[in-house]
């Protein structure tokens, strides 16, 4: 494994795409992630000319899986990634990948910027290539990746170091707020592995967004992500849902079927309001769960299934516990990795933020409205029992009432239940 630094004084004694052979003796293993395909090959023939043995990744859930498989001694990634934001992938790859030397690459051949870093960047890097820096010809004509890596990487090395811990948000997590800061670090945290995660907090609060969010983040991002409501399938058809069934297993089975654990094969099953599943099936869950291998209804064979498993629940599974209506077992395996979601009464310094979302969103279906500060008004003082849905709705009805006016006002904002 190179130590910190050593790949970047390879790459970085010259330019990468001279052909130039540089001092390592025995080939070292490189994966490359960027989207552009013909970047990508360009870099790929560099490389494999200085002793790198390159490995391509479109991504950087893709990126993740070549790191497991090859443990490469250096990551080359671009400055744009179609799956991941940069910043936060750099974060874990420091943090599960400490040894792996770490650098960020440029805008792709047609010179486009790709990220508002490309100038400062170009300027670092037109900073540290010396005699290249002052020939304008030799610069426009070299070829893409000529970054004077120790350069990239020390811009890397900054981005990474701030990912986890400050608790950057995730693109479809609308929220500033504190607790929504730290949910959203946990979610990075766990993402990368295949640990259980047990979500709780209330309904509407954004359980499945935290669910979705942390399958988006997993290297199994390009395999299934399911979703069972337990509480909406009949407690006598759940366990054939779950586990499948085969043919004449029972009255009505005239073809055997895949069920939900194996159809997300490779990918995560979201189980929503686990606290319904009824006792007998949760002892059928707690053995997939233990063991990997399930039984179709009917079936004698076990099938091996990859499946990571996040369930949510609104109500204290502890409580449903110590009352008997849960396993124990069950509840700690499942909470193997316990996140709570914030109800929105929490943090309603996001109110704003939400808001300005929904708003924006319900924009590409109809004229976008905008509130009267009275209304905003309104909205602040409500407690909020149905969390993010019911913000959603109330503000979809006030876009009706408000007819064609642009502008929404307080008498628009109306709700079912009473306000605090
Ligand atoms: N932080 C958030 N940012 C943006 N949208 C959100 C956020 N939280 C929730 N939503 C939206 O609110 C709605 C409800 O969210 P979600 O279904 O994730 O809640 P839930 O906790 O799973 O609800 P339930 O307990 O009823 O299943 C969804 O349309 C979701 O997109």
């Known amino acids: 494994m190179a130590m910190a630094g050593e790949a970047a004084m390879v790459v970085g004694t010259g330019m ?4 130039v052979l540089l001092g390592a003796a025995s080939t070292r293993k490189v994966v490359l992630a960027s989207a552009d395909a013909g970047l990508r090959g360009r870099l790929k023939n560099s490389l494999a000319g200085m002793r790198w043995e390159v490995y391509e990744a479109a991504g950087g859930a893709e990126a993740m899986a070549r790191l497991d498989e090859v443990r490469p001694e250096a990551l080359l990634v671009d400055s744009w990634l179609p799956d991941l934001e940069v910043g936060e992938f750099a974060g874990q790859i420091r943090m599960l990948y400490p040894a792996v030397e770490l650098m960020r690459m440029d805008g792709g051949a047609d010179g486009k910027a790709r990220s508002p870093r490309r100038n400062e960047l170009l300027h670092a890097l037109r900073e540290a290539q010396g005699p290249v820096a002052n020939d304008t010809a030799a610069w426009n004509a070299a070829p893409v990746a000529v970054p004077v890596v120790p350069v990239v990487t020390r811009i890397v090395e900054s981005d990474a170091r701030r990912s986890p811990e400050a608790g950057m948000m995730l693109p479809e997590m609308i929220g500033e707020s504190a607790a929504m800061r730290e949910l959203a670090r946990l979610i990075r945290l766990v993402a990368a592995r295949s640990t259980t995660v047990l ?24 395999k299934p992500f399911a979703v069972l409501n337990c509480a909406a399938i009949p407690e006598a058809l759940l366990e054939a849902e779950l586990f499948g069934h085969t043919r004449g297993a029972f009255t009505g089975a005239v073809q055997s079927r895949t069920g939900r654990i194996e159809a997300a094969h490779g990918g995560t099953l979201f189980l929503d309001e686990i606290g319904e599943m009824p006792l007998a099936l949760q002892a059928k869950m707690l053995r997939f769960l233990e063991c990997g291998e399930l039984q179709r209804v009917g079936d004698n064979e076990t099938t091996r299934v990859d499946v990571r498993i996040i369930a949510a629940t609104h109500q204290p599974l502890e409580k449903r ?20 979601v914030p109800a929105l009464r929490e943090r309603m310094e996001d109110l704003g933020l939400l808001v300005e979302h929904i708003l924006a969103k319900m924009g590409e279906r109809m004229p976008r409205k905008r509130l009267s500060e009275a209304a905003m008004a309104r909205l602040r003082e409500h407690c909020w029992p149905g969390n993010v849905r019911e913000l ?9 009432l408000a007819g064609d006016a642009m502008e929404i006002g307080a008498e628009e904002i109306r709700y079912r239940r009473t306000p605090r």
């Open 199 to 222: 979500i709780e907090g209330e309904t509407g609060a954004g359980k499945e967004v935290v669910a979705k969010a942390i399958h988006r983040l997993s290297d199994r991002v390009s």
């Open 321 to 340: 516990s110590a009352e008997g209506t849960f396993r124990l077992d069950l509840y700690h395996r499942l909470a193997v990795f316990p996140v709570e």
């Open 392 to 400: 959603m709705h109330v503000l979809e009805r006030a876009t009706i």
């Open 16 to 19: 990468i795409g001279t052909g």
